[in-house]
């Protein structure tokens, strides 16, 4: 029986940035050779610092696959927490914690007895900053392991240890990262008119391209569009020859992704025209696309959550969060969902701590589930 409590607390300890999880894949990796000694129907390979595990099946006629992330954030922690975490700026604030014990757990109960179709445990990088998913498909990491259907969860705070909720359409949004730098001339603050104000273009910018959401994009389906960094300019006297801003596009189908990111490169483009000076654009889309469930494999697991297990299964609406498992869901059909863990603290916040009780409820359940999927 793992210690699943031990095991989240150690991951906790040593969050690491996308392709740089040195230090987790060795962890994982010694966690998942206890687990598999002896298994003869176990293989495993890696990829960079990401780790596929495969269940070789008695009768085989599909394989089902179960994904973890395994990066943390850019994030200093402030928890507290007697187990905090020992890298500095870097914080599981996501639960990838979580996911990866979950996924551990999940892997120690499959094993007892070889299942009768495949069942391959992806322990995939970088979902957080270069999208790991993506990659590792395009590079062919899964090889004969492909799955015919995909799993996998994230931890939502919000909701109660013993909640699951997904819903039979899309979950989570699609995003793209967008870099705008406007180019202007720098000049005295005093002499205005012998320089062209990158600062003053920008401010515009980010002004005008809220219109984008209240009058570009259906009501009903909705989308956002935020600029959360803004730098410009050295001093109160020095007129900025440059400005700089870092945002993200987030919309619920990848067609009014594509609306918005045309509506702010037109906004970008006219800004920068009626203030005589240049601008670039960069637009990142990587592999954050909508995470969109399969309808029926959707109905499945919400119906066996529900009737076959303790879950609170709720029906829930989308949210705007992203999550790179989109990608590799508009490749492999499958579902994603909510897991409750009850925290006070919002993802990403330097201090959010899951409740460990959802950990023993995961594996209990999910496992149930995988079952149900492979034998």
Not at 223 to 243: P, R
Not at 245 to 251: D, K, Q, S, Y
Not at 343 to 357: A, C, F, N, R
Request: glycine share 8%; hydrophobic share 40%; net charge negative.
């Amino acid at each position: 029986m793992l210690d699943l409590i031990k095991i989240r607390r150690d991951l906790h300890q040593i969050p690491e940035i996308g392709l740089e999880e040195y230090e987790t894949q060795v962890y994982l990796l010694d966690r998942i050779a206890q687990i598999t000694q002896g298994k003869p129907f176990v293989k495993q390979r890696n990829w960079r610092t990401g780790i596929l595990v495969f269940l070789q099946g008695s009768d085989p006629q599909k394989t089902v696959g179960w994904r973890t992330d395994i990066d943390g954030l850019p994030v200093e922690e402030d928890t507290n927490l007697p187990f905090t975490s020992q890298h500095q700026g870097r914080m599981h604030a996501c639960g990838h914690d979580i996911h990866m014990t979950t996924a551990l757990g999940l892997l120690d109960s499959m094993v007892q007895k070889q299942p009768k179709n495949n069942l391959l445990f992806l322990f995939q990088p970088a979902e957080e900053n270069l999208a790991g998913g993506k990659l590792m498909y395009e590079e062919d990491a899964f090889g004969d392991w492909k799955p015919d259907e995909f799993y996998g969860l994230h931890v939502r705070p919000d909701l109660k240890v013993g909640d699951i909720a997904t819903n039979t359409h899309t979950l989570f949004a699609g995003t793209c990262e967008t870099l705008i730098t406007f180019k202007g001339t720098g000049g005295h603050a005093a002499f205005p008119h012998k320089a062209n104000d990158a600062l003053v273009a920008a401010a515009y910018f980010v002004t005008q391209v809220q219109t984008i959401v209240s009058r570009n994009v259906d009501p009903i389906e909705g989308a956002v569009v935020t600029f959360g960094s803004l730098h410009a300019g050295t001093t109160n006297n020095v007129i900025a020859e440059e400005a700089k801003l870092h945002g993200t596009i987030r919309t619920l189908t990848q067609e009014m992704n594509l609306l918005t990111q045309k509506r702010l490169q037109e906004i970008a483009h006219g800004v920068a025209q009626s203030f005589d000076l240049e601008v670039e654009i960069e637009l990142i889309q990587g592999g954050y696309l909508p995470v969109e469930n399969d309808p029926e494999m959707a109905k499945d697991l919400m119906a066996f959550f529900d009737q076959e297990t303790d879950a609170h299964l709720i029906d829930i609406l989308p949210a705007m969060t992203g999550e790179d498992f989109g990608y590799l869901l508009h490749q492999i059909p499958g579902v994603m969902f909510w897991l409750g863990v009850d925290s006070d603290y919002p993802l990403h916040s330097p201090k959010m701590s899951p409740k460990e009780e959802a950990l023993p409820f995961a594996v209990e359940a999910i496992s149930k589930f995988l079952d149900h999927r492979v034998n």
